[in-house]
C-alpha cells in the first residue's frame, strides 16, 4: 500500500459546481497536511495548510483532515475555469519529508 | 512574501554536457531547499534535501556524482546536472522552507531540461 493514495482523475465538472479532492493515507504519524494547485509546466502552488485534524477555510476553498480514518479532502465552491490545474495533496511528518500524492487531474468548463 | 525562483526556465543541451539549474528564495531564508524531479503526468519525486552549509541528503535511488546540490548561502540553491543524457530530461522543481515555517515548502516555477 502507498502511503498516500490519490485518485489521479480527470475530473470534468461544469463551472459554478462544487468540487470534492480526497486523499487516503496509511502513516497515522503524519501531522500536516497540505494541498497545491499546479498548473501545466509550472511549480506547485501552496493552496491550503492544516496541522492535525479538522477544517481550514480560505476563500471558495475548504480543506477538511479526519486522522481517525486518516482521509483528506479539498473542497472548492463555485468552481471556475480557472481552477483547472492539477491538484495534489502532500503531508508529513515534523522533521521528514513531504509525501505527495499523484494529483488530481481537475477541469472546468464554462 | 514567500516567493522561490528558478533559472533558467527551461534548456536544452547535447548529451554529455553538464547543467546548472539555480533556485533562489527572494524574501525570505530558505534555510533548507529540496529538489524534486516530475516526469509527465507523474507526481514531484523528491531527490534530495540541503541545509545551508551542510552537504545534501540524497533519496536512495539518486546518483549524488550526477546530480550535484550546492547550498551555499541561505537564499541560494544549485543543482548541477553532470554529463547529461536524455534519460535526464524532465522538470526540475526545487522548494524552500524558513525556520518560521519549518513544515511549509514554496516551490519555485520549475526547470525543463532537455537532453539531445
Known amino acids: 500500500q502507498k502511503e498516500v493514495e490519490q485518485d489521479p482523475g480527470p475530473l470534468s465538472v461544469p463551472e459554478g459546481a462544487i468540487v470534492s479532492l480526497n486523499c487516503?493515507?496509511?502513516?497515522s504519524a503524519f501531522q500536516y497536511f497540505m494541498w497545491y494547485r499546479q498548473y501545466s509546466r509550472?511549480?506547485?502552488?501552496?493552496l491550503m495548510y492544516t496541522y492535525s485534524s479538522g477544517n481550514k477555510e480560505d476563500g471558495r476553498f475548504t480543506a477538511q483532515v479526519d486522522k481517525s480514518s486518516k482521509y483528506i479532502s479539498l473542497f472548492i465552491r463555485?468552481?471556475?475555469?480557472?481552477?483547472?490545474?492539477?491538484?495534489?495533496?502532500?503531508?508529513?511528518?515534523?522533521?521528514?519529508?513531504?509525501?505527495?500524492?499523484?494529483?488530481?487531474?481537475?477541469?472546468?468548463?464554462? | 512574501g514567500a516567493v522561490v525562483s528558478q533559472h533558467p526556465s527551461w534548456v536544452i543541451c547535447k548529451s554529455g554536457t553538464s547543467v546548472k539549474?539555480?533556485?533562489r528564495s527572494l524574501d525570505f531564508q530558505a534555510t533548507t531547499m529540496f529538489w524534486y524531479r516530475q516526469f509527465p503526468k507523474q507526481s514531484l519525486m523528491l531527490m534530495a534535501t540541503s541545509n545551508e552549509g551542510s552537504k545534501a541528503t540524497y533519496e536512495?535511488?539518486?546518483?549524488?556524482?550526477?546530480f550535484l546540490i550546492n547550498h551555499a548561502s541561505l537564499t541560494l540553491s544549485t543543482l548541477t546536472v553532470t554529463s547529461a543524457h536524455p534519460e535526464d530530461s524532465s522538470f526540475y522543481i526545487c522548494s524552500a522552507s524558513s525556520v518560521r515555517e519549518a513544515e511549509t515548502q514554496y516551490f519555485g516555477p520549475g526547470t525543463r531540461l532537455l537532453v539531445l
Open chain 1, 24 to 27: 487516503t493515507y496509511s502513516n
Open chain 1, 78 to 110: 463555485d468552481s471556475q475555469p480557472s481552477d483547472s490545474a492539477t491538484y495534489l495533496c502532500a503531508m508529513m511528518q515534523a522533521g521528514t519529508a513531504l509525501i505527495f500524492g499523484k494529483g488530481t487531474t481537475l477541469s472546468v468548463s464554462s
Open chain 2, 60 to 66: 536512495q535511488g539518486v546518483e549524488k556524482d550526477k
Open chain 2, 21 to 23: 539549474i539555480e533556485c
Open chain 1, 42 to 46: 509550472k511549480g506547485p502552488e501552496l
